[in-house]
């Protein structure tokens, strides 16, 4: 396929940046988004040419780490599948792909398509963890009776990966679906429920303090996130948070 890439080009956090067209032929539909735009980059290397920064660890779906806006879409035209896991057979030849960073206030630019999201690391800081006590008497997770349906949507809330896709896809840069699955993760297993009070307290806000914005309940969020993190965990976080400051 030959193509033509638009891309985010930005020399740091303070340049305005802009779009740069670049050719590129011989894409193979079996190539990955990443693969691709590896060729680029050797290409511009081969070139003398600055490659295009881009985010990326794991390159199967599990890291989080990649995080591009394709043609509008975070993580592209795909449905549950992150942009490392997206496939140039969504594409068809003589395509022209519109390529830029995630765009949200909480997620500053560092460099071309590469973006700051340690503001999600910040919220998990708040809350994000259990206090478990190593000594020796840890008991056995196992020996601790879980309803099913409880230990069901607590896994599937811990399969959010804080790729940030939820925050880039929300018109109010909101990261309540991310914020969400993190407190329900906890909330609904035994473990979780010493700590939930100030959890969810201190997650949410730190979540404010970060600049994200609230949720109107649009699900665009749900939509794009490749994990298919559902929009009850909002209302879940939603109910600790009312139950926590009724507490408080
Ligand atoms: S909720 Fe989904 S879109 Fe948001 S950070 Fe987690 S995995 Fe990514
Ligand atoms: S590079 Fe790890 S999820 Fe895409």
């Not at 040419?49 to 199967?60: G, I, L, T, Y």
């Not at 020796?136 to 790729?163: E, L, Q, R, Y």
């Not at 840069?173 to 939930?196: D, H, N, R, T």
């Amino acid at each position: 396929m030959n193509l033509t890439l638009k891309i985010w080009r930005q020399k740091n956090a303070n340049d305005k940046g802009k779009l740069v067209n670049y050719p590129i032929s011989d894409v193979s539909p079996d190539m990955s988004f990443l693969e691709m735009l590896d060729v680029l980059n050797e290409g511009l290397i081969n070139k003398g040419d600055e490659p295009v920064e881009f985010d990326h660890d794991c390159r199967e779906g599990i890291c989080g780490m990649c995080s591009l806006y394709i043609n509008g879409e975070a993580h592209g035209p795909d449905r549950g599948v992150t942009t490392c896991q997206l496939h140039m057979r969504m594409f068809k030849d003589g395509d022209t792909i519109v390529i830029e960073p995630f765009r949200a206030t909480a997620f500053p630019v560092i460099k071309d398509l590469v973006v700051d999201r340690s503001a999600f690391d910040r919220i998990q800081h708040a809350g994000g963890f259990i206090s478990v006590n190593t000594s020796g008497n840890t008991i056995d997770a196992n020996a601790i009776p879980v309803n099913k349906h409880d230990a069901d949507d607590a896994f599937s809330a811990a399969t959010c990966i804080g790729c940030g896709a939820c925050v880039a896809s929300c018109k109010n840069s909101s990261a309540m679906l991310f914020v969400g699955a993190k407190v329900s993760q906890f909330a609904l297993l035994p473990q979780g429920k010493i700590e939930a009070t100030d959890r969810v307290l201190n997650m949410v806000k730190q979540m404010d303090e970060e600049g994200f914005g609230n949720c109107t309940n649009t699900g665009a969020c749900e939509v794009e996130c490749p994990k298919g993190i559902s929009l009850e965990n909002i209302a879940r976080m939603n109910r600790e948070y009312l139950k926590a400051s009724l507490k408080g």
